[in-house]
């Protein structure tokens, strides 16, 4: 370990709806956390992203809130973080069905939570070819998980690197089979973004794969 690595410190930001168990999954993130070198501060309040003293010295965001309200000031506070080198991650409905109300967030995270036909479903997390020599999934091509499929909405400016194809439904307005982005990162300013729509149960994490995903995720997004 080197002494620039023991330095680092992770924020970890939680709470929201308890269905996603927001306790249980990022205290299971806390020995591999120390072990890479990080000092941690757990924080139960959004408040915490209006402290920009403590958010300057942060290196990692570890954030699991789904749904809630986040205020303009707490948005922005974070927001501004990261576009300064102060790295965000997180996984399924605790960074992506986040805040639905506002868009700075939303820009922020470049996706949105809008569905998971069919509930719990058998289904296949893929890699995309071209990126399959990036660090986060290199080694890994497909995993099979049965949980919640997440259909988010996203923009161009993501790095996709795995998908997952929502099967077509006849009766609905989706004839076809609509392949959408699952593992993706993107850049804010000086500051990198790691999302992952597998997460909601503390199983889905248990996942050999879907876990050395989450964890290249958080240190690649790590300042």
């Known amino acids: 370990m080197t002494s620039e690595a023991a330095k680092r410190h992770a924020l970890v930001v939680r709470g929201g709806w308890e269905g996603h168990s927001p306790v249980a999954t990022t205290d299971a993130f806390a020995p591999w956390l120390k072990d890479n070198g990080f000092t941690t501060t757990i924080s139960d309040s959004l408040d915490v992203y209006l402290d920009a003293d403590l958010l300057a010295r942060t290196d990692l965001v570890v954030q699991c809130w789904t749904m809630g309200t986040i205020t303009a000031e707490q948005s922005a506070g974070l927001a501004a973080a990261v576009a300064t080198g102060t790295g965000l991650a997180g996984w399924h409905g605790g960074i992506v069905d986040s805040f639905r109300g506002d868009i700075t967030y939303q820009r922020l995270t470049g996706g949105q939570f809008l569905a998971h036909p069919g509930g719990f479903v058998t289904h296949s997390i893929d890699v995309v070819p071209e990126r399959a020599d990036h660090p986060v999934v290199t080694g890994i091509e497909r995993i099979e998980v049965h949980t919640e499929q997440y259909w988010p909405l996203s923009d161009a400016a993501n790095d996709v690197l795995a998908t997952t194809t929502i099967a077509a439904d006849p009766d609905t307005e989706w004839p076809d089979p609509i392949t959408v982005p699952a593992v993706w990162t993107r850049r ?22 879907i876990r050395t995903i989450t964890e290249r995720g958080l240190l690649w997004a790590s300042r």
């Open 188 to 209: 804010w300013g000086a500051g990198r973004v790691f999302v992952s729509t597998v997460g909601h149960q503390l199983s889905d994490l248990e996942v050999p794969e």
